[in-house]
C-alpha cells in the first residue's frame, strides 16, 4: 500500500473517532435522567448543575444563636459559607470570629419562593463527621412568620448529630408535641453515616408522613398519633437546609471536630402524584 494511501486511511479513521465523540453541533449534551418513582411525577427539583445557588429558589436566613437553639454559629449568605462547586450545593461551618460568634455557617430556605402540600421530599447528602455538629434537612409550615411555632408545623425529614455517628432522626413537630416531646424516631446504621452520601425522603399525604434512608421506610406518623392534639401538616410548607454547630440537640463542640465541615448535597427534588 502506498505512503500517502495509509495517510488517508488514518485521516478519515481519527476523523471518525471526532465526530462519534463530539456532539452534534446547535445539540446540547445528554443529561442523566432524574428517575421518577411510579405514581408519581417530578414537581421541582435542584441539582445544583449551574455555577451559582438558584436565587429564585433559595433564600438565607442570617444571624446567630440558632433562635433559641443556643447554637454557636452565625449564619450567613457568604460564598465562604455556602456555595455550588462540583456539582453540589456546599454549606460550610468555618471556625472563625464574626459578628460576636466564633463559628460561621449557612441556612438555606425555600421560604417565599417554593412551597409544596404533599409529595416525596427527598435529597441525597452528604452529612459532615464531628462532635457538635447538626446538619437537618427539613421543612416549615408556609404561615411560618417567626412567632407561631410550633403552630406553623415542622417537619424533620433529616437530623444528624456528630456525637452519635450512626443515628438519624425524622421527627414532626406540633402543638402540644413539639421539642423533645415531638413525634420522633432514632433510626441507627452500622458504621458512621457521614461516610457516604445517603438518601433522606418523606412521603406525605393527607393525615400521613413516612420516612425514608436510602428507601427504606422507618417511620411513619398519622393524625391518629397526635390524638386531640392539632395535626398541622395538610398545609404547603417550604424547605430548608442548614449546618449547625453546637445547641441543645448537637451539644458540646468536640476539639478533635475538624473545620471547616461540609454538608455536601447532590440534590433536592419533589415528586408529587401524577393523577
Known sequence: ???????????????????????????????????????????????????????ASWTFDSGGGGWGNGEAEFYTSRPENARVEHGMLVIEARQERYE??????????????????????????KVPAGAGLWPAFWM?????????????????IMEYIGKEPDLIMGTAHG?????????????????????????????????????YYDGA?????????????KWVFDQPFFIILNLAVGGQLAGMISPQTTFPAQLQVDYVRVFQTAD
Open 100 to 125: 460576636g460568634s466564633y463559628y460561621t455557617s449557612a441556612r438555606l430556605k425555600t421560604q417565599g419562593l417554593r412551597s409544596f402540600q404533599y409529595g416525596r421530599i427527598e435529597a441525597r447528602l
Open 175 to 211: 402543638p402540644g408535641y413539639s421539642g423533645a416531646l415531638g413525634l420522633s424516631k432514632w433510626n441507627r446504621q452500622k458504621g458512621n453515616i457521614a461516610d457516604e452520601f445517603h438518601t433522606y425522603a418523606v412521603d406525605w399525604k393527607p393525615g400521613q408522613i413516612t420516612w
Open 217 to 229: 421506610a422507618y417511620f411513619t406518623v398519622t393524625q391518629a398519633d397526635v390524638g386531640e392534639r
Open 140 to 156: 416549615l409550615g408556609a404561615g411560618f412568620d417567626g412567632t407561631n411555632w410550633p403552630d406553623c408545623g415542622e417537619i424533620d
Open 1 to 55: 500500500m502506498k505512503r500517502h494511501t495509509r495517510l488517508a486511511i488514518a485521516w478519515l479513521f481519527a476523523l471518525a473517532v471526532l465526530t462519534a465523540c463530539t456532539p452534534s453541533a446547535g445539540l446540547a449534551p445528554a443529561t442523566t435522567p432524574i428517575p421518577v418513582p411510579q405514581g408519581w411525577k417530578l414537581a421541582w427539583h435542584d441539582e445544583f448543575d449551574s455555577d451559582t445557588i438558584d436565587r
